[in-house]
């Protein structure tokens, strides 16, 4: 049935009038949703997980391109450095945890250990099987704390999977998108599969439940998400209530520059 859907959407592109024409409506609303943010004081942890090519960053590029860096702050940890990796396992994900008026984004995040570490053997199956056993106490306790938890699934078909990875190697804007890990990983869909099911198992709970979004349209599954990322966060509009004008300017030119010989850039456009 998934399978199905996923072609059905696959075949039926959204176009791109129609997306930008949501996707600047949506854009709106997102503002809104900052303005109430900042205005109550509001914590918001939003998680980003799914396999590689399934459409994370872009997802996350769509929902925040339009909103300020100091509300909305993009988290996208590298590899665990050796002091790191002698810490407890959370311990570097927690110094990245919303304070009030902050809308955090994990791409990727401390479900690494369920997923690339679990099946490229960078942690043990006990560290693995401890880990999905604590997550759940891990993020009810972010709950209790006033963070607002959301955390998205992307689902990608291996066709689509395939069809991006490619694309990224054919393509010099995409090409670090690439990464050797990324090769590695290709040749393991069924463990990736067995080790999201286990990790959904073990930690999609009542507080802190997981999203799956289709992901094979990436206009669609971007509208989709921003979509359901505004009801989860009930908010109201008050821009309105800002009313904004431009002061009167002052009188221009009674100051004179000084004759200097800048640097100016080739206008080559």
């Known amino acids: 049935m998934a399978k199905s859907k996923a ?17 600047k ?4 609303e997102l503002v809104k949703l900052q303005q109430w943010v900042v205005a109550k004081g509001l914590k918001v942890c939003v998680v980003f997980e799914g396999r590689d090519g399934a459409g ?3 997802t996350i590029k769509a929902l925040t391109e ?17 002091r790191e990796k002698s810490q407890m396992y959370a311990q570097r994900y927690l110094q990245h945890m919303p304070a009030a008026d902050e809308v955090v984004i994990f791409d990727r995040s401390w479900y690494n250990r369920a997923g690339v570490e679990r099946v490229m053997g960078f942690c043990s199956d006990e560290q693995a099987h401890k880990f999905l056993s604590v997550v759940p106490l891990f993020e009810k306790m972010i709950v209790e704390s006033g963070i607002i938890l959301i955390k998205y699934w992307l689902e990608v078909s291996a066709e ?48 802190a ?19 359901h990322l505004l009801e989860q966060v009930p908010y109201e509009d008050i821009t309105q209530e800002q009313k904004i004008e431009l002061p009167k300017r002052g009188k221009i030119g009674r100051y004179k520059s000084p004759p200097y010989p800048f640097r100016m850039v080739d206008e080559r456009f």
Not at 25 to 28: A, D, I, N, P, S
Not at 66 to 82: I, Q
Not at 209 to 227: C, F, G, H, Q, T
Request: charged share 40%; glycine share 2%.
């Open 7 to 23: 072609k059905e959407q696959s075949a039926e592109r959204l176009a791109r009038k129609d997306y930008e024409q949501e996707l």
């Open 25 to 28: 409506r949506l854009h709106v």
């Open 56 to 58: 994370k960053g872009g």
């Open 66 to 82: 339009r909103v300020s860096p100091r509300v909305f702050r993009v988290v996208a940890l590298p590899a665990p450095t050796e």
């Open 160 to 207: 689509e999977q395939q069809r991006r990875l490619e694309e990224r190697i054919r393509d010099g804007r995409k090409i670090w998108k690439l990464s050797p890990m990324d090769l590695k990983s290709f040749s393991r869909w069924d463990d990736y599969t067995r080790a999201r099911d286990e990790m959904f198992a073990a930690s999609d709970s009542s507080w």
């Open 209 to 227: 439940p997981w999203y799956m979004a289709r992901s094979e349209d990436k206009r669609r599954v971007r509208l989709n998400i921003i979509s």
